[in-house]
């Protein structure tokens, strides 16, 4: 089944304040594609005798007519549109954006306490999702990011992640820097490492290695510039780090989804990244 050129973007009653609208709307200029907003109305709030479900669906139904509003005022001669669902919100955004380009969600800025909190729509959506979603930071703005797209790999770098990367730069005329973070396995000690300079070797190899990923991808694409940085240090921060200091307008990482198990336990690098980063993220399935 091929890819349906749509962007489905998942909103809730802050939309206006997470930059997810935003983020996608600029992104529908670029590549000419009309954007499917959705709200899902949480089932589990129908439920709750304290809610009168009148009220939740009329709330709802005032969002999704002012979504609507907001679309048809937008720049572009685009047909977007607005619509009100009802299920687990998480489940129904990637139900309903299954066959499309991608799906954008907002991030909510999340104190330390509620981080410890994990399950928000946005990491639940990250970890069940096949197509590629793009996590928006609160507040974002089309003026906040100047820098390149920034792409995380590991020696088992996937085609689609590349593609997804390569696809943004070239929208936005910018180059791609692929970035690969990488530390020694706990068995070497310090003192071990550096007398026998393992660390140099290590080094030189992740060099080497991604020196040839980089050639290879620029014989594919030779309008994009594809530069690479390769750095030692803790994944998460590494990341992190490196899109702050290359002010980094997009983050593009990938998951593996071997198993339902390993989806829901979204890996610890991207987790980490998806908690932290300051810039637009996209998480692509490999």
């Known amino acids: 089944m091929g890819t349906k050129p749509v962007i489905h973007v998942g909103v809730d009653g802050s939309w206006r304040d997470t930059g997810a609208l935003e983020w996608a709307l600029q992104e529908s200029l ?11 109305i949480d089932e589990k709030l129908r439920d709750v005798s304290v809610w009168e479900p009148d009220a939740v669906d009329d709330a709802a139904t005032d969002l999704v007519n002012e979504v609507q509003k907001y679309l048809d005022e937008a ?30 969600v907002g991030r909510r800025g999340l104190g330390t306490f509620k981080r410890l909190l994990v399950g928000s729509t946005s990491e639940a959506v990250v970890a069940q999702a096949t197509v590629p979603v793009v996590v928006v930071p609160e507040y974002w703005k089309p003026s906040d990011h100047a820098g390149p797209v920034l792409v995380a790999l590991d ?28 530390d020694l396995p706990a068995v070497f000690s310090w003192d071990a490492m550096d007398t026998g300079g ?20 620029r014989q594919k694409h030779p309008d994009v510039a594809i530069e690479i ?55 692509v399935p490999a």
């Open 198 to 217: 393992v660390s140099a070797e290590w080094a030189e190899n992740a060099q080497r290695y991604f020196e040839n990923v980089a050639v290879e991808w």
């Open 229 to 283: 940085d390769v750095r030692r240090g803790h994944a998460v921060d590494g990341v992190v780090t490196t899109s702050e200091q290359s002010d980094a307008q997009l983050l593009v990482v990938g998951t593996r989804h071997h198993t339902r198990l390993a989806a829901i336990l979204l890996g610890s690098v991207t987790r980490g990244v998806l908690h932290h980063a300051g810039c637009p993220l996209a998480v």
């Open 75 to 104: 720049p572009g001669l685009l047909e977007h549109e607005a619509e009100l669902m009802v299920g687990p919100p998480a489940r129904t955004l990637n139900a309903v954006a299954a066959d499309s380009r991608m799906l954008v």
């Open 155 to 182: 020696e088992d770098e996937t085609p689609s992640v590349m593609e997804f990367a390569i696809t943004a730069a070239a929208e936005r005329k910018v180059p791609v820097r692929i970035l690969h973070v990488w």
């Open 30 to 40: 670029l590549r000419r594609e009309p954007l499917q907003v959705v709200h899902v």
